[in-house]
């Protein structure tokens, strides 16, 4: 494995909660973790007599030995801790002053402030993790639906990794039956079988295409549904976001055009968040300003899973819409209010009011059947991360080289070369196979404390 140096014999500390509630956790790691809290807390036994996975009440002194807060300590001993190292959590009450002065303290003690990421990174750099579950620690943190936390949670505990260890235990048996057969070249000898060995790269080509096709719904569940509202001006393309999202997000006016740029919300339907982007209504216009959000708009329609056009009932025609391979299409007819009741649309067509909501509810079904999650369960590997979809692109890529190798009949030790290949690509993934650039890249965007 290759990484970048880190020092990891410093003791690092920093806030493991967001500020403004009501308890704040500051978390120690390293070996002077527990030395530098005996310095700062006050219970009934120093924390250096307390066995781990241990619960201590008392209070925080400062240097002067006046009390700044009671709080509650939590101590893990290495190497049976998250970071693999000493740590010590204190829950103490959610004042910035008190934050402050713990942090003041354990510093002036001998700690240092941990960096974005750094008790996640010494955890993968202990072993504690690989790459992909430190990874997942990031995702399960940002998400905010229940499948995305499905997902997240599912690889942190492991079921990604699982499914990689599957793959490379299999590809390093294959290589190195062949890698056995150069030691007996002079005997002409298979050790490897090559029937079974193509039915066995087949069949590792069928699990890393179905991963890699996981990445579509992925990065739906990760990232949101991008729905475009698109339609003329004034067919209420801003009313019907603000009706979706419940909040009044956009500007709505009688004035036709008044939307000249893209404004973006979110709501989540049934688990699953959606992107709604209402944007400039599309039409014929010398307006510099106008033309300038029309062009934004097929920029927008070009990017979107979803495209949602919005026409009005007393003129119920679209305009045609030229659709991308993967893209869904919703046809809307919107003020239903203002027309007859018994007024008749083709069967491919929502009928809604988005001012008086009607027909919302419908809309919002038909949004959520676009998504199918039925191929999932609570245990479900699924491929979120783009740089894992394009290393898995790449293992497929050296897979094809492997099983035209075999078709070609070359020889054992080029065929064991495309393997490797293919396993250094799934290294990359979880953090056999990795550099200082991409370790500063995914753990930069850590928070502090994490």
């Given at each position: ?38 310095r700062l807390f006050r219970g009934r036994r120093p924390l250096s007599d307390a066995e781990g996975y241990t619960l201590h009440y008392g209070h925080i002194v400062d240097d ?387």
């Amino acid at each position: 494995m290759i990484t970048e140096h880190l020092d990891t014999t410093t003791t690092i500390v920093a806030p493991a909660t967001a500020p403004g509630g009501a308890v704040m956790v500051i978390r120690l790691s390293g070996d002077r973790a527990i030395a530098i809290a005996d310095r700062l807390f006050r219970g009934r036994r120093p924390l250096s007599d307390a066995e781990g996975y241990t619960l201590h009440y008392g209070h925080i002194v400062d240097d002067k030995g006046e009390t700044i807060d009671d709080v509650v300590v939590a101590l893990f001993r290495a190497p049976h801790s998250y970071t693999g190292d000493d740590i010590v959590e204190i829950t103490a009450h959610g004042s910035e002053y008190i934050t402050a002065e713990i942090l003041r303290l354990a510093i002036e003690y001998g700690a240092v402030m941990a960096m974005p990421g750094e008790f996640t990174r010494r955890a993968f750099l202990a072993g504690k993790m690989d790459l992909s579950r430190a990874e997942a620690v990031a995702d399960i943190i940002a998400s905010d639906s229940r499948w995305s936390h499905n997902v997240a949670s599912t690889q942190m505990r492991g079921g990604y990794s699982a499914k990689l260890g599957e793959l490379r235990g299999e590809l390093l048996r294959l290589s190195s039956l062949l890698e056995l057969e150069l030691d007996f070249s002079e005997e002409d000898v298979e050790f490897a079988d090559r029937s079974t060995l193509r039915l066995l790269l087949d069949n590792i080509g069928t699990q890393l295409t179905t991963l890699t096709s996981s990445f579509a719904l992925g990065n739906v569940l990760k990232n949101g549904v991008t729905v475009a509202i698109i339609g003329k001006p004034n067919a209420g393309k801003s009313t019907l976001l603000n009706a979706l999202v419940e909040d009044d997000r956009a500007m709505v006016s009688d004035i036709a055009g008044t939307t000249r740029d893209a404004i973006e919300a979110t709501t989540v339907i049934d688990g699953i968040r959606y992107r709604f982007i209402d944007t400039a209504g599309i039409h014929q216009t010398t307006d510099r300003l106008e033309q300038m959000g029309i062009e934004r708009t097929h920029r927008t329609m070009s990017n979107a899973s979803i495209i949602l056009h919005l026409t009005t009932a007393d003129e119920p025609t679209f305009e045609d819409v030229e659709l991308g391979p993967e893209q869904h299409y919703v046809r809307v007819v919107n003020k239903i209010d203002t027309c007859a009741k018994d007024k008749r649309y083709d069967s491919d067509v929502i009928p809604i009011s988005a001012q008086r909501g009607m027909g919302l509810d419908m809309l919002r079904q038909h949004l959520r059947a676009l998504v199918d999650t039925s191929s999932l369960n609570a245990g479900s590997v699924v491929v979120t991360n783009m740089r894992h979809y394009a290393a898995l692109k790449s293992a497929h890529e050296a897979l094809g080289d492997a099983l035209q190798a075999v078709d070609n009949n070359l020889s054992g030790d080029l065929i064991s070369e495309d393997i490797r290949r293919i396993l250094h690509h799934l290294g990359e993934i979880t953090g056999e196979i990795t550099s200082d650039d991409i370790l500063h890249t995914i753990f930069s965007h850590f928070c502090i404390g994490k």
